[in-house]
């Protein structure tokens, strides 16, 4: 849910915003709980999104962004409401609380903890692709991953490179000639 939440922001060629009108929202939201949900073998109905929760969405994408940069949480601590709940068969579950934006941030900041504790965290990685920069999972073998889809942005930045190392081999081998 947390990689779904950051690619919710618009990339140029892939989509736009969904946290900047209600409607994407509110699609984007009931769709993602009720993945989420099902995950954990349960059916939670997706928080309410009111429009006043969008710009506080949006802040949230851009803590959780500078997150997976490696950057320190700007604005300090964050407290969510969030509740540990013992199943019949003795399983210990987080469970998100509040409402709105607030619920939906509980959720977001379990699954980080939980990533966290489990060391996947580290594998939630930004595409290097500028352009792109589109929040991946690193299944690679040992977390060497760089782009969110090497058939597109791995192919793209490797011929830039190629074709930029081509010029300044055919610069310096044309400054190399002798001049009469």
């Known amino acids: 849910m947390v990689q779904d939440f950051l690619n919710t922001r618009g990339i140029e060629g892939y989509g ?3 946290l900047a009108d209600t409607a994407h929202a509110r ?3 009931a769709t993602a709980v009720r993945t989420w949900s099902a995950t954990r073998g349960e ?3 997706a928080p309410a999104i009111e429009a ?3 710009a506080k969405l949006r802040a949230l994408r851009d ?3 500078a997150l997976v940069a490696g950057d320190a949480a700007p604005g300090g601590r964050t407290w969510v409401p969030a509740s540990l709940v013992v199943s019949g ?3 210990v579950r987080l469970e998100p609380g509040g409402s709105g934006w607030r619920w939906l941030a509980s959720a977001l900041w379990a699954e980080i903890l939980l990533s966290q504790h489990a060391d996947t965290w580290r594998r939630v990685k930004q595409c290097h692709n500028h352009r792109c920069g589109s929040t991946f999972y690193d299944r690679s073998k040992n977390n060497s991953g760089v782009w969110h889809d090497v058939k597109t942005c791995g192919n793209a930045a490797n011929l830039r490179a190629s074709r930029a190392r081509r010029r300044e081999r055919e610069r310096a081998a044309g400054s190399a000639v ?3």
């Open 89 to 91: 068969d003795g399983e």
């Open 52 to 54: 006043a929760d969008l």
């Open 63 to 65: 803590k959780v962004d």
């Open 27 to 29: 699609d984007w939201v």
């Open 43 to 45: 059916d939670l109905p």
């Open 178 to 180: 002798p001049r009469q």
């Open 16 to 18: 736009p915003d969904l």
